[in-house]
């Protein structure tokens, strides 16, 4: 995968990616709810414009899309996802994260860099946090040697490559990496940033559901160190 010098990874060609965006901005755009839109965009902190489809709507039109199509290789989800974050309209990029996500398995850890700029273009916990939990989460399971550029994300000064850090292992629950959970959260635990204070939070809570214990422990030890937010959250369903 090339990068330019400004960071944005190459569109690769793709046929399949022709037929899925001149499809996909056929019928998204039909379906629109214009006022819909307002209250979303309103809702996202102004993020992005939005088409207004529901989530079901929205779903079920990507179906649509998709029908009758091959299934992707990874030049094909690298082309979809990048030309989807071209467009202005927030649902475009909602399409492109499914599609990462369904896809996850069939890319490389190539496809990191192409994920980084996702993160960090028109960044919001809608994206991020999928992106995180489902895609990143994926290659590094696949490919342990990206887990130097979890080290590397953990330590950036973009808060969300901070967070999606934080949350990669959210899906991996017996497979987590717990040194580098705890330690994770002990190097970001004076972060000012809400997202950030609150990824920890999720990030252990959601590790009590598989080692509730080592949570406790892990809270009880440095529970001073941590924000009040990131304690609350981390022991939500676990309790001291």
């Known amino acids: 995968m090339r990068v330019t010098a400004k960071g944005i990874p190459d569109v690769p060609p793709s046929p399949l990616a022709d037929t899925v965006l001149e499809r996909l901005t056929a019928v998204y755009p039909a379906a629109a709810d214009p006022e819909r839109a307002v209250d979303l965009r309103r809702y996202m902190k102004d993020v992005a414009p939005f088409l207004g489809l529901t989530s079901p709507v929205r779903r079920a039109l ?14 094909d989800c690298t082309a979809i996802a990048l030309r989807c974050w071209r467009l202005p309209e927030r649902e475009y990029h909602y399409f492109a ?33 999928l992106l995180a939990a489902h895609v990143v989460g994926g290659l590094v399971a696949a490919d342990p040697d990206l887990t130097a550029d979890m080290d590397a994300w ?21 497979r987590t990496d717990t040194d580098r959970l705890f330690g994770y959260c002990l190097r970001q635990c ?12 999720w ?3 959601e590790y009590a559901k ?8 892990f809270v009880a ?13 981390a022991l939500r369903t676990i309790g001291p």
Do not use: M, N, Y
């Open 210 to 217: 598989t080692d509730p214990d080592a949570v406790r422990a």
């Open 203 to 205: 990030c252990l809570r």
């Open 190 to 201: 004076g972060h000012g940033d809400f997202f950030v204070r609150k990824a920890i939070g």
């Open 97 to 129: 994260v499914d599609h990462l996500r369904r896809h996850v398995t069939r890319c490389s850890s190539d496809v990191l860099p192409v994920v980084r700029h996702l993160l960090t273009t028109v960044p919001w916990w809608d994206t991020v946090d």
């Open 221 to 233: 030890g440095h529970g001073r160190r941590l924000a009040p937010l990131s304690v609350r959250e």
């Open 62 to 75: 990507s179906c649509t899309v998709l029908e009758g199509l091959p299934r992707p290789g990874e030049p």
């Open 154 to 174: 953990i330590e950036d000064e973009d808060r969300w490559l901070v967070r999606a850090a934080l949350l990669h292992q959210l899906r991996h629950k017996e």
